[in-house]
């Protein structure tokens, strides 16, 4: 038998209590009347060997009740056997996972959790086969099952820790859900081995961590995790996140930033300061604003922007014991410049034609700035200019050598968007295209034309793919250019009017488009730019043309940056820390933001910069019970899923679990109770007995 | 004489104590005693037993014409005058102490009935002898006086006295005696019935000045069993029951000094009488009555063989 607390063991000395009170002759509280005391002299208490004799039963069952309960509140508990070696079956196939996430950059953790992954490492046996992952938002193979078996077995732990070597936690989120998905599937790949299989699950998981795609997942049979959470010293924790602004609000709202500070429900503080820091984020610049935030609530807070805020680019929260959600980065977005060059002889104030409502629907906003240059087909061009140029328009015949030098742009990558407003452009059209077969005439419906059959597939449409959208029956044409028959093999009719006459047709040529348009957008043509659809059409139109995707309004740690297309030259990324990457100009995105800051993009005018910030749900760090997990279907391993189980050998079932199955005292209590029973039975029945002889009366 | 009553205690003839106190009436449990004590010495309780002896005398001028015995006028044509009882009898004086102390009692009843029992029986026994008896209670202080009488209902009112509840707490020997001796002038008899757990000091300088106004005494002591033997077993906190007071008594323990002390109390209250003349007459509750009678009425006869009568008046004739 053994005690989980023996040092109440030490109670049982308290039986010495009831022995020398049996030896002392009972101080009774018993009055006896008697006629005068005037012969009688007190005496003191005595020993008499008489009254342990008489009342030895007694004796017995008090000193018994004293041992169950002293007994009771060591909590005894019998050592159960201990359980089969695991040497002995065929081993374990185990994939270790590791969280890295930025919430484990919490105190303790990182240590903790090494540590605990080098525990297991160390205990396992020689059949076991151990396979080791790293997770954040990514999950980094470590050691696979196959490198672990083929060193020796007493290298193999060494060489396990040796992989993680130099590593600590990053910047990224938790994603746990992939993580184990992915585990189960590195276990699922060699079923039928008769290994027991399971995931040992090992770091913070907070509330933060995404369980979503095991929603979708099923869990495969036989394979069961063990969560093993570590927990840091400091138990709650506060985070600052940014809050977005729609990209496409309106400039100027900048005055004010806005940010949520959430505290987790075991936070123990709740009074935290906001400001402006510094430049090098170590204190605040402006005068810090008091947020009160109550453990498990989120307070939002405006941050207005000093007037002359150069430099000013982080917002600190002050009073949060973990500092690593403490920052965030703020860089207000630059629009970005979209160059368009428009080719024809129009007049821009005529309100009949297409310039007119092109410089119209084409503002400014938060996301770009459209500069739009006009040149009518003899006036002398810069080639700057041209190459410049994210989307050409045209609507006019072109000279031969213009026409000539937007082919080149086109073959380069750039969109040419070829609108003629009359049927004399068919020859720039041949020469755009390069097929001098192709001919141009003019049609003029009975009373108009519709857009018959359009394929929402391609980009231009995509937009409207949405059958809320995809009415286009609104918009009449009153007159079109028909292209002679056949197309070019690569064309792609992407709307045809009722008529079955392509109306909208994109010609791919080198790496850039022709998107041609048999009817422009003007009122001498049709409705179309009178249409709620023409706005929608010309951005999607830019985003076909290579205008820089929408950046994302807020991005994390891990999303890709969007980078301009149709560069030539390598483009330079410089990270906070100041390193500069320079990226090749087929990368279209810049997947390299590891940690949160200001990235700058490009270089020279043209440079943007963009504040990339930790994910908000790093900061939900509340503790996840392993009950979310077999939530969503996912098998835990019964006898090892306490969480927080301190290391002990594990061959020996813990003492608490042991003692806690059994509950020992529980039937030490009942027995001290009966024999307490017993106890008052025997003295009532002796003091009966015992009463005196002699008794007074009045 | 003397082998009647130990013969009848020997023979289990005698009324137990117990069995005597659980008459109710004081005047039955008296007229029990008394009767059953005759009839232990006698075989007629009605014959040879003399009251006090009356009588006449010449008639002198002078005197109450209604004492004349006008029968022996009738014989003798001569006038003599008879003298009355009253005049000629015992006067008696029964002081009985009433106090707490008394109540206490481990036999079924109290020192306090038997002393009563016995007071009354006194009465009793002195009243069909035609002695004049009277009755003092007292506690801290004299509670109750009847003065000696031989009237009809006098006796039944001195039973009625006894009868009443006590209402004394402490006992103080010393001061009722004192007064006794100023309350009674005129010489007699007089039994103390009392417990006399006081000092025996205190109550020698009363006992000398009753003893000194010529009155003879007989001084009956009456202790419990329990306060002769101490024969309490279990330890307990002993409240005495005149002033409250609380000790914690081992009886084991405590029973050698306290029946030492008690010894050493009786011998000095003994000595204390037997150098005043004092008749001493220790009883135990359990004892019966009638042997104390015995006891009472043969010390009284010795006592008149050796001294005399030790006044003027009739005494008991033996």
Known sequence: MNFLAPLFLLGAVAIGGPILFHLIRRTTRERTPFSSLLFLQPTPPRLTKKSRLEHLLLLLLRALALLLLTLGFARPFFRQPEAPAPAAGPGTRTVLLLDTSASMRRSGLWDDARSRLARHLREAAPADQIALFTFDREIVSKLSFTQWQSVPVGERAALALATLDGLSPGWSSTRVGPALIRAAEELTEDEGTGQRRRILLIGDLQEGARLDPLQSYEWPKGIEVVPEAVRPRNPGNAGLQLVAEAPDSDRGTGAVVRVRVANSPDARKEQFQVGWANADGTGFATAPTDVYVPPGQGRMVAIATPTNAVGLTRILLRGDDEPFDNTVFVYPPEPAPLDLLYLGSESPADSHQPLFFLRRALPDTRRQTVHLTVRKPGETLATETLAASRMIVVTDRLPDNLADAVRGRMEAGQTVLFAPTGDTAGATLQRLLGHPELTLGEVRPPTYAMLGELDFRHPMLAPFADPRFSDFTKIHFWRYRKLGEPLPATAQVVARFDSGAPAWIDFPVGRGHLLFLASGWGPDDSQFALSSKFVPWLYSLLDLAGAAAPPSANPLVGDPLPLPAGRTTDFAVRLPDGTVTNLPPATIRFAGTLQPGIYFLGAGPTATSVAVNLDPAESRTAPLGPEELERLGVRLDPALSTAAAEPKPQAVPPAQEAEGRQKLWRWLLAGTLAVLLIESLVAGRTARQTSLPVEATS | ?318
């Open chain 2, 1 to 318: 004489m003397n082998a009647g009553p130990n013969a009848a205690l020997a023979s289990g003839s005698l009324i137990s104590a117990p069995a005597l106190m659980a008459i109710r009436s004081l005047e039955l449990r008296a007229r029990a005693v008394v009767e059953g004590f005759w009839s232990g010495i006698h075989r007629s309780p009605h014959h040879g037993f003399s009251v006090e002896f009356t009588e006449y005398r010449q008639y002198t001028p002078g005197d109450d014409p209604r004492h004349l015995d006008w029968r022996v006028f009738g014989r003798t044509d001569r006038h003599y005058i008879k003298r009355f009882e009253d005049e000629t009898n015992l006067r008696c004086h029964l002081v009985v102490d009433r106090s707490r102390s008394m109540d206490f009692g481990s036999t079924g009843h109290s020192k306090a009935d038997y002393a009563n029992t016995l007071a009354a029986t006194l009465a009793y026994f002195l009243h069909l002898q035609g002695d004049a008896i009277g009755l003092l209670t007292f506690d801290e202080v004299v509670r109750e006086y009847l003065p000696a009488r031989h009237r009809a209902g006098h006796l039944r009112h001195l039973m009625h006295t006894l009868e009443a509840p006590a209402a004394g707490h402490a006992t103080d020997l010393a001061g009722p005696l004192e007064r006794t001796a100023e309350i009674v002038r005129k010489r007699g008899l007089i039994v103390l019935v009392s417990d006399f757990l006081a000092p025996a000091t205190a109550i020698e300088r009363p006992l000398t000045r009753l003893a000194a106004a010529g009155h003879e005494l007989a001084v009956f002591q009456v202790l419990d069993p329990a306060e002769r033997d101490f024969g309490f077993r279990d330890p307990s906190v002993f409240e005495d029951s005149e002033d409250g007071r609380t000790l914690y008594v081992d009886p084991a323990a405590a029973r050698p000094g306290y029946l030492d002390r008690l010894a050493a109390h009786n011998a000095s209250l003994r000595s204390l009488c037997e150098r005043l003349g004092i008749g001493w007459h220790p009883l135990g509750t359990d004892r019966p009555l009638e042997l104390a009678l015995f006891d009472f009425v043969q010390n009284r006869s010795r006592r008149g063989r050796r001294t005399g009568r030790p006044g003027t008046q009739g005494g008991i004739a033996s």
